[in-house]
Structures are given as structure tokens and as C-alpha cells.
């Protein structure tokens, strides 16, 4: 497996620059072709009024409109910049719902690079939730403030679930460039195959290390964020909701908890 094709959203954010260098580095490094996708929203906002749902004049839809072309138009400059114009940077534009047009378009690449908010910030992870269970691709979340290469340092969370695997398959080109690749299990159920996922994996021709660490009040996404913090990794690997999903919601996953909280990227696979 490799990652051929790699799609990253391109958005009028301040981690837009940072986003698009880290792309463009994955690129080159995967000998991938990088597409940019721009989503506009809707040029009219519904508002609901007594139960009754009414829109914007049309003089306020037309500076709307107006403003998400101006956002456009830096953006594409922005990447155009950054990633040239040759048959390697594909530029992307759609406009309507941000989860879905991406998700859309990440059905024909290998891998979905998304923008998430910073650790405490307003902007909810509910497109990333999205995302995750509807791309179809590993989804590789980016905080804002991304810095330096990513994947070299890779700590790979198991628990021995099909979202684990999966995650794990999905990762193989991230984990055969890294420096160091470690496999963590979080509890004593989750360690009951960490030495036969360390064993396939090693058989891909990786040198990998497996430890198990203790869960603390059943706060798995906390102790695998510590774990990436106290290992220096750049990049954490790790299973998100699948069919689960509801009883993710219901009792706080660790799914959840690393959206809301990852100050590091995390390629998330269901």
C-alpha cells in the first residue's frame, strides 16, 4: 500500500500555510499527487424565526458571496504558492457542507489531511466525527499550530479491535518511514494480542516496541496522549468509532477525547 494520492482541506484559517508545507512534505515523500480542497459555504444562511425558517435579503447573499470569493482567491494564491501549479497540485473547489464535499472527495484519494481546532478552541471536532466514519480513507487530523516533520516519532495505539487493525493497515506507509514505531496498549484487555501485532508487524520489516501502560479511571485517550508526549511522538496512530460509534458517544470513547484534546496530528481509521 502507498499513498498516492492525498487530499488536504484548504480552508482561510490560520494554520492554512503549516497545513499545505506538511502536505506538500507527504507529497514529495510518498511521491504522491496533492489535491487542495476549498468548501465554500452556501451564500445564505437559514434562520429560524418563530418555527419559521426565513433567508437573508439579497443584498446581504451577494456580500457573502463576495466575501467567500475574496477567502477563495487568497487561499488558491496560498497554495498555489506553496505546492505549484504542475499536474502534482490539483486545486479543488465546492461549495455547500464542509463533512460532506469532503468526505465526497476523499472517496477517490488515499489519504485526507483535515484541519481540527486547537486544544480548547470554540470550534467543535463534529466535521472531523464526521469525517472519520464517512471518508472512507484514513483521516489525518492537524492541530493549527502544526510544526516540524510529521511521522517520524509514530506511536500506534491497540486494543486488538477491528478499528485497531484497520487503523494499524492503514498506517503501513507512515510506520515504514518513521524513525521509531511504537505499539501501545492501554489496559489489560487491549494487551491480550499486543505481542501478535508486534510480531505482524515486524514481519512487514519494522522495528517496532510494544509496551502496555495502565489505564487511569478508564480515561484510555488521556493515557495515550501522555504516553505520546513522555515518547516525543510527532504522529499518533489510532482506531476511531466504526460500527461502535453510539457507544463511543454514550461513554465518552477515547475516540472523543483525543479529538477534543491532541495538541499532535492523529491519523484516525475506522
Not at 488536504?8 to 492554512?16: F, Q
Not at 510544526?147 to 510506520?175: C, K, M
Amino acid at each position: 500500500m502507498a499513498y498516492r494520492t492525498i487530499l488536504v482541506e484548504l480552508a482561510g484559517d490560520s494554520g492554512l500555510e503549516p497545513r499545505l508545507r506538511t502536505a506538500q512534505a507527504l507529497a514529495r515523500r510518498f511521491d504522491a499527487v496533492l489535491v487542495g480542497m476549498h468548501v465554500m459555504p452556501p451564500p445564505f444562511i437559514p434562520m429560524a424565526d418563530g418555527g419559521a425558517v426565513t433567508y437573508l435579503a439579497p443584498e446581504l447573499i451577494e456580500a457573502q458571496r463576495k466575501a467567500n470569493q475574496e477567502v477563495k482567491e487568497r487561499v488558491q494564491a496560498v497554495f498555489r504558492n506553496i505546492c505549484g501549479t504542475g499536474p502534482t497540485a490539483v486545486w479543488q473547489e465546492a461549495e455547500g457542507g464542509r463533512g460532506e464535499l469532503l468526505a465526497e472527495a476523499a472517496h477517490t484519494t488515499d489519504l485526507l489531511l483535515a484541519r481540527r481546532a486547537g486544544v480548547g478552541g470554540t470550534d467543535g471536532p463534529d466535521v472531523l466525527d464526521d469525517l472519520v466514519t464517512a471518508a472512507g480513507v484514513p483521516v489525518v487530523a492537524l492541530p493549527p499550530d502544526l510544526s516540524g516533520d510529521l511521522g517520524q516519532t509514530v506511536l500506534v495505539a491497540w486494543n486488538g479491535s477491528r478499528e485497531a487493525t484497520r487503523a494499524v493497515h492503514d498506517a503501513l506507509p507512515f510506520l515504514h518511514a518513521a524513525k521509531r514505531v511504537m505499539l501501545c496498549a492501554v489496559g489489560d484487555e487491549a494487551a491480550t494480542s499486543l505481542d501478535a501485532a508486534g510480531a505482524m508487524l515486524r514481519r512487514h520489516g519494522l522495528a517496532v516496541h510494544s509496551h502496555r501502560v495502565d489505564e487511569a479511571d478508564g480515561d484510555a485517550g488521556g493515557v495515550l496522549l501522555a504516553q505520546c508526549s513522555a515518547e516525543g511522538a510527532d504522529l499518533l496512530v489510532m482506531g476511531a468509532y466504526g460500527h461502535a460509534r453510539l457507544r463511543e458517544l454514550v461513554f465518552g470513547g477515547a475516540t472523543r477525547h483525543v479529538l477534543r484534546e491532541a495538541a499532535l496530528p492523529v491519523l484516525f481509521s475506522s
